[in-house]
């Protein structure tokens, strides 16, 4: 039997990774320890206080250009909002897209009633955890959040570590929490975004992300999603061994397509 080996380093296609706005770009270093062998992995630092999500966009997409050939863009919750700015900006840059439930809330204010609803309700929630912070009160802020964010335990369920880290983001998820809400482009935005895209969403999510995100995939003409049993908004950080084959599937699938492969049509004799 012949041993396996692994497919060579396709170095035309380099991977940009973006994070969520609790973490850094450290969150991606088991994906690129997983694809070391198959793709370079750019893990990017997002910057903090950078304007709009469309400023940021257009940062990291000149920092794309660098390359100087597309790239496989991956994104989580903000960053995940941040590569469909850089998509729909500089749809040239991105050979595909892979998101884990990305933040891009306010298409949620241009679907059905029971988005809008949740919309709104969102729109409070970070009201109410900029006031919070204002008010010198960021853990009770943040705490109310998750409560909203993840109703069955909220708060009370957060692992102590998880807790730490959202205290010290907090000032950056709410900004970043404004941020996304500001976003004026509508779901028919992406119509002409010909990228093939995969949405990853945790099936424990709260319905505020899981609306989100099929809203995206439903925009996105060469979209599919996928549902992933047992985990929740922070799994390409908690569970990424669960995640990551996911990642590595679809940047595999594009650039081992059919035709480059040289399979048989299907009805050739």
């Known amino acids: 039997m012949t041993a396996h080996r692994p497919m060579p380093a396709d170095r035309d296609a380099p991977v940009v990774?973006?994070?969520t706005s609790m973490t850094g770009s450290e969150q991606w270093a088991p994906l690129a320890a997983q694809l070391a062998s198959w793709y370079p992995v750019h893990a990017v630092d997002l910057p903090e206080n950078a304007g709009t999500v469309a400023q940021t966009a257009a940062r990291v997409a000149a920092r794309i250009a660098s390359f100087g050939r597309p790239v496989h863009l991956v994104?989580?919750?903000?960053?995940?909002?941040?590569?469909l700015g850089v998509a729909l900006q500089r749809p040239g840059l991105v050979r595909s897209l892979t998101l884990f439930e990305p933040a891009a809330f306010h298409v949620l204010d241009?679907?059905?009633p029971a988005d809008r609803l949740l919309h709104a309700?969102?729109?409070?929630r970070a009201g109410m955890l900029r006031?919070?912070?204002a008010a010198g009160e960021p853990d009770a802020a943040i705490a109310a959040m998750v409560d909203f964010w993840t109703p069955e335990g909220g708060w009370a369920a957060v692992p102590e570590r998880m807790r730490a880290a959202l205290a010290a983001h907090v000032t950056r998820i709410s900004a970043d929490l404004d941020r996304v809400l500001a976003e004026t482009w509508r779901p028919e935005s992406l119509a002409g975004l010909r990228i093939p895209a995969l949405l990853l969403v945790g099936m424990d999510s709260a319905e505020v992300a899981i609306r989100t995100s099929a809203m995206v995939a439903a925009?996105?003409?060469q979209a599919e999603i996928a549902m992933l049993p047992g985990l929740g908004h922070m799994a390409p950080v908690s569970a990424p061994d669960w995640v990551n084959p996911r990642i590595q599937q679809h940047i595999a699938r594009v650039e081992r397509a059919p035709a480059r492969l040289g399979w048989?049509?299907?009805n050739a004799a």
């Not at 994104?75 to 590569?83: I, K, L, M, R, T």
């Open 17 to 19: 990774a973006l994070h």
């Open 75 to 83: 994104g989580h919750s903000f960053g995940g909002a941040v590569a």
């Open 110 to 112: 241009h679907g059905a």
């Open 121 to 124: 309700a969102l729109r409070t």
């Open 131 to 133: 006031a919070g912070i």
């Open 219 to 221: 925009a996105l003409p």
């Open 264 to 266: 048989p049509e299907p």
